[in-house]
């Protein structure tokens, strides 16, 4: 299936418009007889030749490098990767995410943001919002009769103050325990019904604005209650472009997107969820060339990568074999040009295990030191030696310089650790096999595999490329130029 819509990706212009469209956007090259249109080579080109890459290639230049790109995804194709479960789940996640939002329009946002907004005018209900202040004596709900009966007081003393003319918000400033509202004068925000526990908003919605409460007994203590404001929700119009931040904020696109998917799927059974992404893509893809290559780009990457991954890296880290061959047959290009040394720089508690170090190894392969030595003196809540191991060059390490290269240096010593000491060998001229210098062998060992399947790709598939049409492709430099005359 992923095949067919490679195939759809590649051929869309040909089938829609004709002849006209093969003018305006003609045939650069052929790969395995297969078409490439200029706008594909254009959009890499580009994209790989932006502003601020350093390595910028000519579009000569850039020729060869994705034939190259081409002949591996012919190969990945004919090899069936694109049939791989794991390619499928993989180009079908990321093939969605880019299908999905452009299946919202803006009608869909306004039905969505009219849909919050009734549903939140029907959760507020005939009641309304109220605003209230309130000044709160708190207690715990173990309190004694002792406690109740002190907080009671308190707030029998503040209540009797406001009916006198106390200044409430002033009290809740100094007094109350709320200290969330008491700084806003006891202040708070609008809320409706079922946001606040029952004791105070029954007494709260019994009020009108301007009126106080009586002392109210709550899960949480004693309140006095007063009326700030009532009001029902204002229109649609006032909050239409607070709810649109909110959608944005809560990233509701992709829940309409989903709802659109669910009834799409609904509305025609016989079509499953992957088919119908396939078709939103098509037609999206179809309106917009810059999507149409985005998505043959992370298609056919995916491909890459599988099969390359196969062929080359994962090959070239796992074979062993290769790896010292490759190393033997090119040994001088990973000489030095000083002295390395291959072993350890160690610490110990005492000064005995020194030399128990050195009988710890001596006869091991370089690569099982760490375990050994672990397993001998570390195997426990004790710690009886810390071991820095690698090849060292003058310079990474002060006790392997002062001891092996003879360096004037201060050796710093370790808390708890105060013997030292060095075992290993020095190397003149070089690594003594690719181990010592692994990660470079294995880099230089993927390149020379990949040189031979490229060459062997060449061999394999028939390139063509029409150098009329290559001369007509336009770069950013060019198009920057272009605007300026």
Same mark, same amino acid.
């Given at each position: 299936m992923k095949k067919v819509l490679i195939a759809v990706l590649m051929t869309a212009s040909f089938q829609c418009v004709g002849a006209q469209s093969q003018v305006a956007d003609p045939v650069i090259m052929t790969v395995n007889n297969q078409p490439v249109l200029r706008s594909e080579f254009e959009y890499s080109y580009n994209k790989n030749n932006s502003e601020g890459v350093i390595d910028k290639k000519t579009v000569d230049e850039y020729v060869d490098l994705f034939i190259n790109y081409k002949l591996k995804v012919v190969a990945a194709l004919e090899a069936k990767y694109d049939t791989l479960q794991s390619f499928k789940d993989e180009f079908a996640q990321y093939r969605d995410q880019q299908v999905l939002p452009l299946m919202v329009t803006d009608d869909d946002v306004e039905a969505e943001a009219h849909k919050i907004y009734d549903e939140t005018v029907k959760r507020i209900g005939p009641d309304g919002l109220i605003q209230v202040q309130h000044i709160l004596f708190r207690l715990n709900q173990q309190a004694t009769q002792e406690e109740l009966a002190a907080a009671k007081l308190r707030a029998d003393s503040v209540y009797k103050a406001l009916k006198g003319g106390a200044d409430f918000a002033e009290l809740a400033k100094k007094v109350s325990q709320d200290p969330g509202s008491a700084q806003q004068g006891g202040l708070l925000p609008f809320v409706q019904r079922g946001q606040l526990v029952?004791?105070?908003?029954?007494?709260?919605?019994?009020?009108?604005?301007?009126?106080m409460s009586d002392i109210v007994q709550s899960p949480f203590g004693y309140h006095i209650i007063k009326m700030k404001e009532r009001k029902m929700l204002e229109p649609f119009e006032f909050h239409h472009d607070g709810i649109l931040r909110f959608i944005e904020q809560r990233n509701l696109r992709d829940r309409i997107a989903q709802q659109k998917v669910d009834e799409l799927l609904k509305n025609n059974t016989m079509l499953t969820k992957s088919q119908l992404m396939e078709q939103k893509a098509d037609e999206f893809a179809a309106r917009d060339s810059d999507l149409k290559n985005l998505i043959r780009e992370y298609h056919d990457g995916l491909l890459l990568y599988e099969i390359s991954n196969k062929l080359v890296w994962d090959k070239a880290a796992k074979d062993e074999d290769g790896l010292a061959k490759y190393f033997k047959k090119n040994k001088k290009k990973y000489?030095?040009?000083?002295?390395?040394?291959?072993?350890?720089?160690?610490?110990?508690?005492?000064?005995?295990?020194?030399?128990?170090? !050195?009988d710890c190894v001596k006869n091991l392969a370089f690569d099982k030191w760490a375990e050994q030595l672990r397993s001998t003196f570390n195997a426990d809540s004790v710690l009886r030696i810390r071991v820095e191991k690698g090849i060292f060059k003058k310079g990474d390490n002060a006790l392997v310089d002062s001891i092996i290269f003879k360096k004037d240096t201060t050796v710093t010593k370790l808390k708890d650790y105060p013997f030292d000491d060095v075992y290993g060998k020095v190397l003149k001229k070089g690594p003594e096999d690719y181990t010592d210098v692994r990660g470079l062998v294995v880099a230089d060992y993927q390149e020379e595999l990949e040189k031979q399947w490229v060459a062997e790709l060449?061999?394999?598939?028939?390139?063509?490329?029409? !150098?009329?049409?290559?001369?007509?492709?336009?770069?950013?430099?060019?198009?920057a130029a272009s605007d300026k005359k």
């Amino acid at each position: 299936m992923k095949k067919v819509l490679i195939a759809v990706l590649m051929t869309a212009s040909f089938q829609c418009v004709g002849a006209q469209s093969q003018v305006a956007d003609p045939v650069i090259m052929t790969v395995n007889n297969q078409p490439v249109l200029r706008s594909e080579f254009e959009y890499s080109y580009n994209k790989n030749n932006s502003e601020g890459v350093i390595d910028k290639k000519t579009v000569d230049e850039y020729v060869d490098l994705f034939i190259n790109y081409k002949l591996k995804v012919v190969a990945a194709l004919e090899a069936k990767y694109d049939t791989l479960q794991s390619f499928k789940d993989e180009f079908a996640q990321y093939r969605d995410q880019q299908v999905l939002p452009l299946m919202v329009t803006d009608d869909d946002v306004e039905a969505e943001a009219h849909k919050i907004y009734d549903e939140t005018v029907k959760r507020i209900g005939p009641d309304g919002l109220i605003q209230v202040q309130h000044i709160l004596f708190r207690l715990n709900q173990q309190a004694t009769q002792e406690e109740l009966a002190a907080a009671k007081l308190r707030a029998d003393s503040v209540y009797k103050a406001l009916k006198g003319g106390a200044d409430f918000a002033e009290l809740a400033k100094k007094v109350s325990q709320d200290p969330g509202s008491a700084q806003q004068g006891g202040l708070l925000p609008f809320v409706q019904r079922g946001q606040l526990v029952k004791e105070f908003e029954d007494a709260a919605y019994a009020l009108q604005p301007g009126e106080m409460s009586d002392i109210v007994q709550s899960p949480f203590g004693y309140h006095i209650i007063k009326m700030k404001e009532r009001k029902m929700l204002e229109p649609f119009e006032f909050h239409h472009d607070g709810i649109l931040r909110f959608i944005e904020q809560r990233n509701l696109r992709d829940r309409i997107a989903q709802q659109k998917v669910d009834e799409l799927l609904k509305n025609n059974t016989m079509l499953t969820k992957s088919q119908l992404m396939e078709q939103k893509a098509d037609e999206f893809a179809a309106r917009d060339s810059d999507l149409k290559n985005l998505i043959r780009e992370y298609h056919d990457g995916l491909l890459l990568y599988e099969i390359s991954n196969k062929l080359v890296w994962d090959k070239a880290a796992k074979d062993e074999d290769g790896l010292a061959k490759y190393f033997k047959k090119n040994k001088k290009k990973y000489a030095w040009d000083e002295p390395r040394f291959k072993g350890m720089a160690f610490h110990v508690k005492v000064v005995e295990d020194i030399q128990a170090v !050195k009988d710890c190894v001596k006869n091991l392969a370089f690569d099982k030191w760490a375990e050994q030595l672990r397993s001998t003196f570390n195997a426990d809540s004790v710690l009886r030696i810390r071991v820095e191991k690698g090849i060292f060059k003058k310079g990474d390490n002060a006790l392997v310089d002062s001891i092996i290269f003879k360096k004037d240096t201060t050796v710093t010593k370790l808390k708890d650790y105060p013997f030292d000491d060095v075992y290993g060998k020095v190397l003149k001229k070089g690594p003594e096999d690719y181990t010592d210098v692994r990660g470079l062998v294995v880099a230089d060992y993927q390149e020379e595999l990949e040189k031979q399947w490229v060459a062997e790709l060449r061999k394999k598939y028939p390139v063509y490329v029409n !150098k009329e049409v290559l001369l007509t492709v336009k770069n950013g430099e060019n198009n920057a130029a272009s605007d300026k005359k």
